[in-house]
Antibody
Framework: QVQLQESGPGLVKPSQTLSLTCTVS??????????WSWIRQPAGKGLEWIGR???????NYNPSLKSRVTISVDTSKNQFSLKLSSVTAADTAVYYC??????????????WGQGTLVTVSS | AIWMTQSPSLLSASTGDRVTISCRMS??????LAWYQQKPGKAPELLIY???TLQSGVPSRFSGSGSGTDFTLTISCLQSEDFATYYC??????????FGQGTRLEIK
C-alpha cells in the first residue's frame, strides 16, 4: 500500500520561501509509472494543482504559479519536494502531495498524503 | 482554459436517497474526468476515473456517467458515511489539470 506523507514548517513569513517534502513509502518513487504532484487547498475552497515531477527530474508547473515554483526529487530518499518563493497570505493553504499517472489517460490522482497546513503570516 | 461548472454547490439529502451531482465543461473533454470524495480534515479520495470507471474498493452505489461536456456522479442509496464534499477533476488538458468548485452533500 503506497503512502505519502508531507512534512515542513507550518508557518512561513511573507516574502519568504515555503518548503515542503513528501516522503513516499510502500513503493518506489523511481518505478517509472507515475508522476508525483503537489496540490493545494485554501481553507473552505477548492483544489489547485501546483505541479509535478517524474523520477527523471522532468517537471510541469501550473502556469499561474510557474514563476515561483520549484519541484525536485531525491530518489535515494524516496522523496520529492516543493519550494514556493515570495509567498503572500494568498498562499496559505493545506498542501497535499499526490501520485498521478504518466499518460493523459491516467491523469487523475489515486494516492494522496494527509495534507499539511501552511500559514503565511508575520 | 477549460472552465468547469459543478452543481449544485450544496445538496441536502437523507440516508437512502438517490442523488446526482453535475459537472459541466466549457469544451469537450472526451471522458477525461475523475470524481473525488473529501471528508473534513482529510485528503480527497478517488472514486471514479475515465468518467465512469469505479476505483478499486469504492462501493458500487457510486457511479459516473457522461462524456464530452456533461458529466454526472450518482450515489444510488445514500449511506451516513457518504455525507462529504465531492469534486470533479478534468485531465483533458493534461498535465495542467483542474478541479471543480465542489459540492457539499449534507444531511437534510
Amino acid at each position: 500500500q503506497v503512502q505519502l506523507q508531507e512534512s515542513g514548517p507550518g508557518l512561513v513569513k511573507p516574502s519568504q520561501t515555503l518548503s515542503l517534502t513528501c516522503t513516499v513509502s510502500g513503493g518506489s518513487i523511481s518505478s517509472g509509472s507515475y508522476y508525483w504532484s503537489w496540490i493545494r487547498q485554501p481553507a473552505g475552497k477548492g483544489l489547485e494543482w501546483i505541479g509535478r515531477i517524474y523520477t527523471s527530474g522532468s517537471t510541469n508547473y501550473n502556469p499561474s504559479l510557474k514563476s515561483r515554483v520549484t519541484i525536485s526529487v531525491d530518489t535515494s530518499k524516496n522523496q520529492f519536494s516543493l519550494k514556493l518563493s515570495s509567498v503572500t497570505a494568498a498562499d496559505t493553504a493545506v498542501y497535499y502531495c499526490a501520485r498521478g499517472g504518466v499518460v493523459r489517460t491516467a491523469g487523475y490522482f489515486d494516492y494522496w498524503g494527509q495534507g499539511t497546513l501552511v500559514t503565511v503570516s508575520s | 482554459a477549460i472552465w468547469m461548472t459543478q452543481s449544485p454547490s450544496l445538496l441536502s439529502a437523507s440516508t437512502g436517497d438517490r442523488v446526482t451531482i453535475s459537472c459541466r465543461m466549457s469544451q469537450g473533454i472526451s471522458s477525461y474526468l475523475a470524481w473525488y470524495q473529501q471528508k473534513p480534515g482529510k485528503a480527497p479520495e478517488l472514486l471514479i476515473y475515465a468518467a465512469s470507471t469505479l476505483q478499486s474498493g469504492v462501493p458500487s452505489r457510486f457511479s459516473g456517467s457522461g462524456s464530452g461536456t456533461d458529466f454526472t456522479l450518482t450515489i444510488s442509496c445514500l449511506q451516513s458515511e457518504d455525507f462529504a464534499t465531492y469534486y470533479c477533476q478534468q485531465y483533458y488538458s493534461f498535465p495542467l489539470v483542474t478541479f471543480g468548485q465542489g459540492t457539499r452533500l449534507e444531511i437534510k
